[in-house]
């Protein structure tokens, strides 16, 4: 027999028999081959591991911060633009009322409660700082949102003794930011249903807030203006504090909310705690959930879906854990 006969008759005895498997990989026979697996973007697992959790965790705190910096510095001013409009057209409707009272023959009446919290009380403007506010009464968090608060328990403004007024330092289109800059003599202009009253500024000073000098009763007639004198959100000792001297007599008094602890400016609101928590932890999920699909789904899709969730929630967070902080902040 030939050596072409033995070797042919010889292949099959030295083969592995491996079947189809070997007819389909002729270049890898004798080897034994793993099951394929399809590479497809949507098909691979999620691999997790220390190091992509901590650039996840990382990425995500980054995007949080600039997303709560955003809602703040730039959708916080927008809302007390608004917050602010509404208020002024609240107050331009008393203050016809009142004026088509007092040219009535019975003359104006005179208030017989004080202002409810949040309710526009004043027009505050100030020429040298080319600033406008409507004043609401009460310096909660969240009324200070919507502009400078009359503390409660002062006087009302243009009215006899201490009116007291907290406002934004820089959060929610701080309108109280340039407070340090005014100078004895600048003018003060306040507006009421009771009509327009006149200061002048007689004292610019930055220090410690003092409840019983800044907000107790005075020997004159006047307006101090009141607001952090720092940029961090948590400041609540040093402030800066205006004191202008009324021109002219005063209005007659109204009836005046009383002093509470939680109404100097310095605190924050403790009930916001729950709708930071339900919001920041629907953002933490809406994340998680936005991570997870990015993986294994289309792109765009992914941020079609998610990108309305997570800046609806990240707003609702950022607003939260402002309304935490100090009303002047």
Wanted: aromatic letters at 8%.
């Amino acid at each position: 027999m030939s050596t072409d006969l033995v070797g042919r008759h010889a292949a099959p005895d030295d083969a592995p028999e491996n079947g189809p498997e070997n007819a389909e990989n002729p270049g890898n026979a004798g080897e034994s081959q793993p099951l394929a697996v399809e590479a497809h973007p949507a098909g691979q697992f999620l691999r997790i591991t220390p190091g992509w959790v901590a650039a996840t965790v990382f990425a995500w705190l980054v995007t949080t911060v600039v997303a709560l910096s955003l809602v703040v510095y730039a959708l916080g001013p927008m809302l007390q633009a608004s917050d602010q409009r509404d208020a002024l057209s609240r107050i331009r409707i008393e203050m016809d009322r009142a004026y088509g009272a007092s040219q009535s023959l019975f003359g104006p009446q005179p208030a017989a409660r004080p202002a409810e919290f949040g309710a526009p009380v004043a027009v505050l403007e100030i020429p040298k700082l080319k600033l406008q506010q409507v004043v609401l009464e009460g310096v909660a968090s969240g009324e200070t949102a919507s502009g400078p608060g009359h503390v409660p328990g002062t006087a009302g403004l243009g009215q006899p003794g201490n009116a007291a007024v907290a406002g934004r330092y820089s959060g929610y289109g701080a309108p109280f930011g340039s407070l340090s800059t005014l100078v004895n003599g600048d003018e003060i202009v306040v507006a009421t249903t009771q009509g327009r009253s006149v200061y002048r500024v007689t004292e610019t000073a930055a220090r410690p807030l003092d409840e019983t000098a800044d907000y107790g009763k005075t020997d004159n007639d006047r307006l101090t203006l009141v607001t952090s004198s720092s940029w961090w959100p948590l400041a609540s000792r040093n402030a800066t504090v205006v004191t202008a001297v009324l021109e002219g007599k005063p209005f007659r008094p109204a009836p005046q909310n009383g002093r509470a602890d939680a109404q100097d400016g310095r605190t924050g609101d403790g009930g916001a705690w729950t709708g930071l928590v339900l919001a920041f932890g629907g953002f933490v999920v809406a994340a998680a959930g936005a991570t997870v699909l990015y993986r294994r789904w289309r792109p765009v899709s992914t941020y079609v879906i998610t990108g309305p969730v997570l800046v609806t929630l990240s707003a609702l967070a950022a607003l939260a854990l402002w309304r935490l902080f100090p009303a002047w902040a």
